[in-house]
């Protein structure tokens, strides 16, 4: 333990703490801008300045370690004045036009302006020229909000291992983007929108489609469907003050019953439904294997379409992995256009399909030509969480005082196996909670159907299972060991991928999310998220999945209604034609599109 | 800065040639860490200029992202992604230079070759940049054309300069 003093109080903490740090852990509140907990530090914007005794000049606490005996002062003239000028600074090159931006009340830097008593503009400086870059479906880049932090950078570049943005050129024309001029919807970005989650200001932001689905709702021609993905009821709370880890789920089917939405459906239904899909295709691949049929394994999880367009791009000769599934909202929409148009008599050109999602990258999967059934689309916009709780503070819903609901029928029954999708390792979760009853007639042999070591936020987990005393079909596997992987983010995906291409992958089966900690951090669940907030979503998830009666996917009845009825039976005619998909050879610089 | 490294005979190398002897610089360089400013001298040495396929040669051989390697070429003055002339007019515009005079040559190497800053003559003859101190301060206002030092440059004697190549 190291002994200082920060403003006359004595403290104690752990060594190689920061003094930013030191003095939170003892309810001191630096004002700081570019610092992110345990994501960036970095020092750019030097905010948080800080006097130390014996230090000439003034010190950026998020930079400098404590040591014994130090002497800090955080609240001096002199520290006033000098973060003042950096702020004003900062200020002279930002557009003031706050009140038309989309960040306006949720604006680190107008906070952070408010907290250090800024009361007019000094400085009349030059402006940096504004480029706004909207050519990609996901994400929208304004150079002239961007206040140089380098948060999209660490994020970019560090957290996913993707590294689209960068700082490019120098001093006052320093800007952070792509290289050259080159547009988003040019480079290889997942659209995954970490970025975005990160951003301070309103430099980086999803693509707005909260118009569209006005549009829609407008038109009294159309039966608009709106489905949520199972992380949006973990998070949405947050947008209208709730602790972070509220379920708000009979909430948000009110308060999309009342902004006017014909049907209100759940992702977790075909959740469930891309369950039985994916483990059908997993062991029919292990089958093949087994019998000396070609096939390929590992077999690797397609709900992320950010993790999909990453390994379309890093990983293009290795898509014979990826498992063909579409992902669930895809699915959902690809049977509401026929399924479901059937059962109400509609024309599926009639219906418009908005799905809520925690991603950006969701986005631009609704874009490809691959998600095209009979001439729709299967689904017609995209918002994430951040948009949904816009629209419906403009509808004017105070969404505290709603009363619960549920969601409609066939398509928003679900299984807790269905919930944990939200989640890294919940996919593999419920994958197995399936598979292996198939195989054995027998139950997960796990505490409450939890395969913990695959649960949680460490970068790489894994777990293995050996099959013993399996039904008839299936006694091939007697004595297998299936090992799994779970990765979320793209970097630990990368590790992983490396070892597929390498041929030396030892796992069977591989999870992969493509923002760390899965869905519930994806690119557009609320800001911040940070470990805490991220830690009781995850928890939220878990209380969702064990207070349901139905715990696995094969056990929902409307799952199994829509076999019978519709699809016949798993990886059948109609399930390759609606559910199921292909990749695209992209490249790292889509030299393969070329 | 090493100004020799650009006067190999490289223009005589065909695009294949100067790949390969780009990837053999990589090989050298890429166990050492921070060497991506050498080897994009290097590169730009033996090539002439930094385009954008020459970059992404480079970042997929380091296995680094083209952001990254495009955020130091427009960093630094001294790498170009355009093509350059045979001639490459740099006028010193460090401090000594800059008080005796440089931003002077510069207006006047305007008007004789038509240039702005880090534009080449449409012949492909002469490049015009400028450069933050070469190290010459003694010899203020000072030019080089690639590897010639001209001294205490009189922006009347620019025209005979010129003349000379």
Same mark, same amino acid.
């Given at each position: 333990?190291?002994?200082?003093?920060?403003?006359?109080?004595?403290? %104690?903490?752990?060594?190689?703490?920061?003094?930013?740090?030191?003095?939170?852990?003892?309810?001191?509140?630096?004002?700081?801008?570019?610092?992110?907990?345990?994501?960036?530090?970095?020092?750019?914007?030097?905010?948080?300045?800080?006097?130390?005794?014996?230090?000439?000049?003034?010190?950026?606490?998020?930079?400098?370690?404590?040591?014994?005996?130090?002497?800090?002062?955080?609240?001096?003239?002199?520290?006033?004045?000098?973060?003042?000028? !950096?702020?004003?600074?900062?200020?002279?090159?930002?557009?003031?036009?706050?009140?038309?931006?989309?960040?306006?009340?949720?604006?680190?830097?107008?906070?952070?302006?408010?907290?250090?008593?800024?009361?007019?503009?000094?400085?009349?400086?030059?402006?940096?020229?504004?480029?706004?870059?909207?050519? %990609?479906? %996901?994400?929208?880049?304004?150079?002239?909000?961007?206040?140089?932090?380098?948060?999209?950078?660490?994020?970019?570049?560090?957290?996913?291992?993707?590294?689209?943005?960068?700082?490019?050129?120098?001093?006052?024309?320093?800007?952070?983007?792509?290289?050259?001029?080159?547009?988003?919807?040019?480079?290889?970005?997942?659209?995954?929108?970490?970025?975005?989650?990160?951003?301070? &200001?309103?430099?980086?932001?999803?693509?707005?489609?909260?118009?569209?689905?006005?549009?829609?709702?407008?038109?009294?021609?159309?039966?608009?469907?709106?489905?949520?993905? *199972?992380?949006?009821?973990?998070?949405?709370?947050?947008?209208?003050?709730?602790? *972070?880890?509220?379920?708000?789920?009979?909430?948000?089917?009110?308060?999309?019953?009342?902004?006017?939405?014909?049907?209100?459906?759940?992702?977790?239904?075909?959740?469930?439904?891309?369950?039985?899909?994916?483990?059908?295709?997993?062991?029919?691949?292990?089958?093949?294997?087994?019998?000396?049929?070609?096939?390929?394994?590992?077999?690797?999880?397609?709900?992320?379409?950010?993790?999909?367009?990453?390994?379309?791009?890093?990983?293009?000769?290795?898509?014979?992995?990826?498992?063909?599934?579409? %992902?669930?909202?895809?699915?959902?929409?690809?049977?509401?256009?026929?399924?479901?148009?059937?059962?109400?008599?509609?024309? *599926?050109?009639?219906?418009?399909? &908005?799905?809520?999602?925690?991603?950006?990258?969701?986005?631009?999967?609704?874009?490809?030509?691959?998600?095209?059934?009979?001439?729709?689309?299967?689904?017609?916009?995209?918002?994430?969480?951040?948009?949904?709780?816009?629209?419906?503070?403009?509808?004017?819903?105070?969404?505290?005082?709603?009363?619960?609901?549920?969601?409609?029928?066939?398509?928003?029954?679900?299984?807790?196996?269905?919930?944990?999708?939200?989640?890294?390792?919940?996919?593999?979760?419920?994958?197995?909670?399936?598979?292996?009853?198939?195989?054995?007639?027998?139950?997960?042999?796990?505490?409450?159907?939890?395969?913990?070591?695959?649960?949680?936020?460490?970068?790489?987990?894994?777990?293995?299972?050996?099959?013993?005393?399996?039904?008839?079909?299936?006694?091939? !596997?007697?004595?297998?060991?299936?090992?799994?992987?779970?990765?979320?983010?793209?970097?630990?995906?990368?590790? !992983?991928?490396?070892?597929?291409?390498?041929?030396?992958?030892?796992?069977?089966?591989?999870?992969?999310?493509?923002?760390?900690?899965?869905?519930?951090?994806?690119?557009?669940?609320?800001?911040?998220?940070?470990?805490?907030?991220?830690?009781?979503?995850?928890?939220?998830?878990?209380?969702?999945?064990?207070?349901?009666?139905?715990?696995?996917?094969?056990?929902?009845?409307?799952?199994?209604?829509?076999?019978?009825?519709?699809?016949?039976?798993?990886?059948?005619?109609?399930?390759?034609?609606?559910?199921?998909?292909?990749? &695209?050879?992209?490249?790292?610089?889509?030299?393969?599109?070329? | 800065?090493?100004?020799?490294?650009?006067?190999?005979?490289? =223009?005589?190398?065909?695009?294949?040639?100067?790949?390969?002897?780009?990837?053999?610089?990589?090989?050298?360089?890429?166990?050492?860490?921070? =060497?991506?400013?050498?080897? #994009?001298?290097?590169?730009?040495?033996?090539?002439?200029?930094? /385009?954008?396929?020459?970059?992404?040669?480079?970042?997929?051989? #380091?296995?680094? /992202?083209? =952001?990254?390697?495009?955020?130091?070429?427009?960093?630094?003055?001294?790498?170009?992604?355009?093509?350059?002339?045979?001639?490459?007019?740099?006028?010193? #515009?460090?401090?000594?230079?800059?008080?005796?005079?440089?931003?002077?040559?510069?207006?006047? #190497?305007?008007?004789?070759?038509?240039?702005?800053?880090?534009?080449?003559? /449409?012949?492909?003859?002469?490049?015009?940049?400028?450069?933050?101190?070469?190290?010459?301060?003694?010899?203020? /206002?000072?030019?080089?054309?690639?590897?010639?030092?001209?001294?205490?440059?009189?922006?009347?004697?620019?025209?005979?300069?010129?003349?000379?190549?």
């Amino acid at each position: 333990m190291v002994n200082l003093t920060i403003n006359n109080k004595k403290i %104690s903490v752990k060594e190689g703490t920061t003094i930013l740090e030191a003095a939170r852990q003892n309810n001191i509140l630096i004002p700081s801008l570019c610092y992110l907990e345990n994501v960036h530090v970095f020092g750019s914007c030097r905010i948080c300045v800080v006097e130390v005794e014996g230090a000439r000049n003034l010190q950026a606490s998020c930079m400098v370690p404590v040591k014994e005996g130090m002497v800090v002062r955080t609240n001096t003239e002199r520290v006033r004045k000098a973060r003042k000028l !950096l702020y004003e600074l900062m200020l002279s090159d930002h557009p003031d036009n706050c009140l038309s931006c989309q960040r306006n009340q949720n604006c680190e830097f107008q906070k952070l302006g408010e907290i250090i008593g800024i009361s007019k503009e000094r400085f009349d400086g030059e402006m940096y020229m504004s480029k706004v870059d909207d050519s %990609s479906p %996901s994400i929208v880049r304004d150079t002239s909000k961007c206040i140089l932090c380098r948060r999209c950078v660490t994020v970019c570049n560090g957290i996913q291992g993707v590294g689209i943005l960068n700082a490019q050129n120098r001093g006052f024309r320093t800007v952070i983007g792509p290289p050259g001029t080159l547009a988003l919807n040019t480079v290889n970005c997942t659209y995954c929108g970490q970025c975005t989650v990160v951003c301070p &200001v309103a430099a980086l932001q999803e693509k707005d489609s909260t118009q569209d689905v006005w549009n829609a709702l407008s038109d009294k021609d159309k039966r608009v469907i709106i489905q949520t993905a *199972p992380a949006i009821r973990a998070a949405l709370g947050e947008e209208f003050g709730y602790e *972070p880890g509220t379920l708000v789920t009979g909430k948000m089917v009110s308060a999309l019953r009342e902004m006017g939405f014909d049907d209100v459906f759940d992702t977790n239904f075909t959740a469930d439904l891309t369950i039985i899909e994916e483990g059908n295709e997993f062991l029919r691949r292990v089958k093949n294997v087994f019998s000396g049929v070609p096939d390929t394994l590992p077999m690797i999880t397609s709900c992320s379409p950010g993790w999909i367009k990453y390994v379309e791009h890093v990983f293009p000769d290795e898509l014979d992995h990826i498992s063909t599934c579409k %992902s669930p909202h895809m699915m959902l929409g690809a049977l509401a256009k026929s399924y479901y148009a059937n059962k109400i008599g509609e024309d *599926p050109r009639n219906i418009f399909v &908005v799905s809520v999602m925690p991603c950006t990258a969701k986005k631009f999967e609704i874009t490809r030509q691959e998600m095209i059934n009979n001439g729709c689309p299967n689904v017609d916009a995209v918002i994430t969480t951040r948009e949904l709780a816009k629209m419906i503070k403009d509808a004017g819903i105070d969404f505290s005082k709603l009363e619960e609901d549920t969601f409609d029928n066939p398509l928003g029954l679900s299984t807790g196996a269905a919930d944990i999708f939200a989640t890294t390792g919940g996919v593999m979760e419920a994958a197995l909670r399936t598979v292996y009853e198939v195989v054995t007639g027998r139950e997960l042999p796990f505490d409450k159907l939890h395969v913990e070591s695959l649960a949680g936020f460490e970068q790489i987990k894994t777990a293995e299972i050996t099959i013993r005393d399996p039904v008839p079909e299936y006694k091939f !596997l007697d004595g297998f060991t299936v090992k799994v992987a779970v990765t979320s983010g793209l970097a630990g995906a990368k590790k !992983l991928m490396n070892e597929v291409a390498q041929g030396a992958s030892p796992y069977h089966f591989i999870e992969v999310m493509g923002c760390p900690g899965g869905c519930i951090s994806g690119g557009g669940q609320p800001r911040p998220t940070n470990d805490y907030i991220r830690q009781k979503r995850l928890e939220a998830i878990y209380k969702e999945d064990e207070g349901k009666t139905l715990r696995k996917s094969h056990e929902n009845p409307f799952v199994m209604a829509l076999y019978d009825e519709f699809l016949k039976k798993p990886l059948g005619h109609k399930s390759h034609e609606l559910l199921h998909t292909h990749y &695209v050879k992209r490249g790292i610089y889509n030299e393969y599109l070329e | 800065m090493d100004i020799q490294v650009e006067q190999c005979n490289c =223009s005589e190398l065909t695009e294949e040639e100067k790949l390969e002897r780009i990837a053999e610089v990589i090989e050298d360089y890429r166990h050492r860490e921070g =060497s991506l400013i050498q080897i #994009l001298h290097l590169a730009q040495g033996i090539y002439g200029y930094l /385009p954008i396929h020459v970059q992404k040669f480079i970042a997929q051989r #380091l296995n680094i /992202p083209l =952001s990254e390697v495009y955020g130091v070429v427009s960093f630094y003055s001294f790498f170009t992604t355009s093509k350059r002339g045979k001639y490459v007019i740099r006028v010193c #515009l460090g401090t000594a230079c800059y008080v005796r005079g440089g931003k002077k040559i510069v207006e006047r #190497l305007h008007e004789i070759l038509g240039l702005d800053v880090g534009e080449t003559t /449409p012949d492909g003859k002469f490049t015009l940049e400028v450069m933050r101190c070469i190290g010459a301060c003694s010899l203020a /206002p000072a030019i080089t054309i690639n590897d010639t030092v001209y001294k205490q440059v009189n922006p009347d004697k620019l025209q005979q300069i010129i003349d000379l190549y």
